[in-house]
């Protein structure tokens, strides 16, 4: 009696997600197989095809790669109908790095193995099983046969193999004739075994060693310098240099990508020790990190170079300090146009001088000097673009001297002084005033028509229309100083500071005198600038009984701002304070419009950017999603609207769990506020 043919049994589906694996940290690093977590295709470098050999008109299987379209690394039988020997099987076995071992694997898997018996010839099951290193029968991580006679034990499927707490040099996985009971040979009907994905953690106890070369940081610094790294790696290879300054990271680079091998295959989590190879990246590497000095203060500096492998172990090369110069320098002085007989009441103008360090601001003064041009002290009010020569400064000289000042530093650039001062011929007429720069006798009124002082949009001299040289406060001088601060929630006070857009930050600031007491009841104005704008003049404060002033700011964007100060009722030309800024966090919405789906289920999510002008084009929004053991991790990218309005669908692949969702606003041109996270929404699946 002839046994019924039976068709080929499936014990398993394929795994719609890879579980997590644990995130990387020093010492050990992430190697994806196939496809990472979010899809993203990284072929099989690691994994090795082993095959039995199988007698003449003997079936000893077939291997398949994967491949960008969705192939998954397969092992079958049965596609030439012969049958198969006991013990024939197929293996993919995936090896360490040497000096690293594997300590975790997931990997999802799917297979179809049956047990036919036809005519009491083909008497033998297919079996699956997985191990690590060499003995398979004491290091078995998984074993599947194929049930008698063709029945289906669904308690024995499954779609992921997983092994943990490993210090392993290898894991295989074979598709194989099952040996039991003598040589009956399996049946030649269909049989496979599918690896959609893998994940390993290998650790890695070797750190990098190195040298680095910084000549070029034997002298004061300015601009940017190069600094030189060499280094080698006995584990999963040389990955980046880290450049940290004062104790903070400046930056982080991959010293030799190694053909695209060496860099994080997964850039949208916040673990960066994610390959697609065992050794991702090469044993030795050299390159350059660039370190841009233009930010930091002038003066000394502790500098840190350190080295680190694939798996996050650093070593430091080099720590040492250095030192920079980044305040203006002058690459040509200012020089004096007019006045070339240097008589009284001739009118000198400014001829602005170059500087290298974009300078903001630069402030020019009058210097008179003796008769050799030696000796020389500001001139009381005179600061600006134009001096008219008085009868004070005959038997002198004059000098035009330039202030500049950047974020690093100061400079100072002086003119070539004038011929000696003479007498004018005829000695009557009113004296241009020195103090606006000459272009108003004291006591006249401005032009109509004249531009304001500095390119400051809508900034008038408090208080002019006075009798005079009236003084604006009790000790007003032309040389007096100003300072800004902005004041912290804690008490303290700094010149840049950031918070919600919808704070409402206070400044202060202190009005002196050249000798450092402080200018009472003074009027001072506030401007400020938004973006790439104009300065634009703002509130008026006064000065107190030592000189100090306040005051509260409506909320609104990021902006710059400083004080200025007219020391006298007609003077055009004014002092100027440092600036300070302010980052405001761009106000950023999101929701969802339901708390809990279905699995496999749909969840519409919308939100707002809001806070100013949008501009034209829309802002790009990065929506991110949480899931425990993942991390937040950006899905899509979208465009608001002119409003700030956008949308979005988020279709769940998953069947149960917890998620959260939150929109990240970068920062764009166009958009005076400074990159923001929103606030986070739930939403239960299942």
Not at 15 to 35: D, I, K
Not at 527 to 555: I, M, P
Not at 612 to 640: K, N, S, Y
Request: proline fraction near 6%.
């Amino acid at each position: 009696m002839k046994t019924k043919r039976r068709p080929v049994l499936s014990f398993a589906t394929l795994l719609a997600l890879l579980l997590p694996a644990a995130s990387a940290s020093a010492g050990t690093y992430t190697v994806h197989s196939c496809q990472t977590p979010s899809g993203r295709f990284v072929g099989d470098e690691g994994w090795m095809a082993l095959a039995g050999s199988p007698s003449p008109n003997r079936d000893g299987g077939l291997i398949e790669t994967c491949t960008s379209d969705g192939r998954p690394m397969t092992i079958r039988f049965g596609e030439l109908e012969w049958p198969v020997e006991p013990g024939v099987g197929r293996t993919w076995q995936f090896s360490a790095a040497p000096n690293t071992t594997i300590t975790s694997a997931s990997l999802a898997r799917t297979f179809e193995i049956a047990w036919i018996i036809e005519d009491e010839l083909y008497g033998r099951g297919y079996v699956v099983d997985a191990w690590h290193d060499e003995d398979e029968a004491a290091h078995r991580l998984e074993f599947r046969a194929a049930p008698w006679g063709g029945s289906i034990d669904s308690s024995s499927a499954g779609t992921h193999v997983t092994g943990t707490n490993g210090s392993w040099e290898s894991v295989s996985f074979r598709l194989r004739c099952w040996e039991v009971n003598g040589e009956a040979l399996c049946a030649p009907f269909p049989a496979s075994l599918s690896l959609s994905r893998a994940t390993f953690v290998l650790s890695d106890a070797h750190a990098p060693s190195g040298s680095v070369d910084v000549d070029g940081l034997g002298e004061a610094v300015r601009g940017a310098a190069a600094i030189g790294v060499e280094a080698s790696d006995a584990g999963g290879g040389v990955y980046r240099a880290i450049v940290s300054v004062d104790g903070h990271e400046v930056a982080r680079e991959v010293l030799d990508a190694n053909g695209g091998r060496c860099g994080d295959v997964e850039p949208g989590n916040a673990d960066a020790y994610e390959f697609a190879a065992p050794r991702p990246c090469p044993l030795s590497a050299a390159g350059t990190v660039a370190l841009d000095t233009r930010g930091l203060r002038d003066g000394q500096h502790q500098l840190r170079v350190a080295v680190e492998d694939a798996a996050g172990n650093a070593t430091v090369l080099h720590d040492a300090p250095f030192t920079t110069r980044n305040g203006p320098v002058a690459t040509a002085a200012p020089r004096i146009g007019g006045g070339s007989a240097a008589r009284v009441g001739d009118l000198l103008t400014a001829i602005a001088g170059s500087w290298d360090g974009d300078p903001d601001p630069i402030v020019r003064r009058w210097l008179r000097c003796d008769a050799a041009g030696d000796d020389c002290k500001q001139i009381a009010g005179a600061v600006g673009g134009a001096y008219a020569l008085t009868p004070a400064d005959v038997g002198g000289r004059v000098v035009l001297e330039e202030l500049a000042e950047n974020a690093s530093g100061e400079g100072i650039a002086r003119s070539e002084p004038t011929a000696v001062v003479a007498a004018r011929a005829d000695d009557g007429g009113p004296a241009p005033d020195p103090a606006d720069g000459g272009t108003t006798p004291r006591g006249g009124t401005p032009p109509p028509d004249a531009p304001a002082p500095g390119g400051v949009e809508g900034l008038r001299n408090p208080v002019a229309g006075r009798d005079g040289d009236t003084p604006n406060g009790d000790g007003a001088s032309g040389q007096a100083r100003l300072t800004l601060r902005l004041r912290l929630a804690g008490g303290g006070t700094a010149t840049r500071a950031r918070g919600r857009h919808a704070r409402r930050w206070t400044v202060t600031g202190r009005l002196t005198d050249p000798a450092g007491r402080g200018v009472s009841d003074a009027r001072v104005t506030l401007v400020s600038r938004v973006g790439g704008g104009r300065w634009k003049a703002g509130a008026v404060v006064r000065t107190g009984t030592d000189g100090r002033f306040s005051r509260t700011l409506a909320a609104g964007p990021s902006r710059r701002i400083r004080a200025t100060y007219f020391p006298f009722a007609d003077s055009r030309s004014f002092r100027s304070s440092n600036v300070v800024s302010i980052e405001s966090l761009a106000p950023l919405t999101i929701r969802a419009d339901r708390g809990r789906v279905a699995g496999g289920g749909t969840v519409a999510l919308a939100g707002r950017a809001g806070g100013a002008r949008i501009p034209r084009g829309g802002l790009l929004v990065a929506l991110q999603g949480h899931q425990a053991g993942w991390g937040w991790r950006t899905f899509r990218t979208v465009r608001t609207n002119a409003a700030g309005r956008w949308t979005a669908r988020y279709r769940f692949r998953s069947r149960a769990g917890r998620f959260a969702f939150r929109a990240v606003v970068p920062r764009q041109a166009g958009y005076p506020f400074a990159p923001s996270t929103s606030a986070a929404v739930a939403v239960r699946v299942g």
